[in-house]
C-alpha cells in the first residue's frame, strides 16, 4: 500500500491521547479502512524523517497479536501513522461501557499481549513502553491485539521533549529512573489486567469508592495557568469594562467551572499547588515505589472472587524487583495462562455484546 495523504479521506474521530489524535479514515484508491494517528512532532526536518524511516520497521512487525501497519508519512509539521482498524476499540472503552471484564476474557487478554511482547522482543528486540488497556484493541472478529510500540528511539524522545506526562502504569523500577526493560512492560500488564477485573484503575483512592487516578491529567509542567486565578485577573477585567452582562455570565461560568474541577480533583484526593502542578500524582508514584504491589483478590472489588491461579499470575507480573519478577516467555508458562488457552472462550460472541 502506498499510502499518499491525498488519498486518504477522514472520517470520524476515534480518541485522543497525549502524543496525538486517532481518526477512522479510508484510503480511498483501495477502500481500505484504517486508523490513522496524528502525532505532532515538534521537532527539526531532519528528526522528523529519521522517525519515518525508523518507523518502516513496522512493516515487519507481523503478528496476528500485533496490529498491522498500513505505513506513515509526514504531514507537516504531524507525522502520520496509519494502521489496522479494530472496530471494537480500546479494552479501557469496552471495560468503561459494559464494566468489569469477566476473567476468562482477561485470560485471553493476557496471552495476545504475552504473546505480543514476546514477538516483538524475540524478532525485533523491541520493548513495547506503553501496555495499557488503550493500547490493547479489540475487533467484532474477537481478536485482541497490542499497538503503540516503541519502535522509534526518535519518536520517543521527541514526545518525551513535548509532553512532560508520566504514566500510571510505569513499574517502581522505571519510577526510580533505571532502564527500560522487557520486565517493565509485564509490570505494565499485571496493573492493565487488574483493572479490566475490576473494572476500575487498581490504585483507586481509598476516600471515594469508585474514583480512580487512571485519568488525571498527569502534567507536572507548570505551562497551565492557576485555574483559581481565571475570570478574576486583567484580561477578564478588561472584558467587564467593555462588555459588562456578558462578561460576568462569563465569570460566573468560569466559576461554576472552577468549582466543578474541584470537586472532581476532591473526589479523586488531588490538591492543586501553585503553577498547575498536580500533586497526587506524585503521590500514586511515590505509592508504586514504597507500598505493597496490588493484587487481584486483595484490593478493593477483588476480596478472593478470582481464581488462584490468576491472582498468583498477577502476583508473579507484579513483583517489585524487577529481577525476580517474572519475563513475558516465563509467565507463557504460567498454569493460568495454559488453563486460559484450553479455556473455551467466545471471544467474537463476547464482542459482539457491546
Ligand atoms: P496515550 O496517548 O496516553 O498513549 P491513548 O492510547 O488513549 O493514550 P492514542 O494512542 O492516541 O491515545 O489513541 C486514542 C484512542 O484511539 C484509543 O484510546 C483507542 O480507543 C483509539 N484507537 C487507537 N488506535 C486504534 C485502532 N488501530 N483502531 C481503533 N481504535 C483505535
Ligand atoms: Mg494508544
Known sequence: LDLKAEDIQDLQELGQGNGGSVKKAQHVPTGTVMAKKIVLIDAKQSVRKQILRELQIMHGCKSQYIVSFYGAFLADPNICICMEFMDKGSLDGIYKKIGAIDIDVVGKVAIAVLEGLTYLYDVHRIIHRDIKPSNILCNSQGEIKICDFGVSGELINSIADTFVGTSTYMSPERIQGAQYTVKSDVWSLGISLIE??????????????DSDLSDLDYTLSPARPNPGL?????????????????SFETRRREKKKEKKAKDKRKSKGVSLQGGGMTMSILELLQHIVNEPAPRLNNGPGGEGKFPRMADAFVEYCLLKDPDERWTPKDLLKHEWIDHSKKADVDLEGWASTF
Not at 479490566?196 to 469508592?209: K, Q
Not at 481565571?230 to 456578558?246: E, F, K, R, V
Open 196 to 209: 479490566l477485573a475490576l473494572g476500575h484503575f487498581p490504585f483507586a483512592d481509598s476516600d471515594s469508592g
Open 230 to 246: 481565571l475570570g478574576l485577573n486583567g484580561n477578564s477585567n478588561t472584558n467587564a469594562s467593555s462588555n459588562g452582562a456578558s
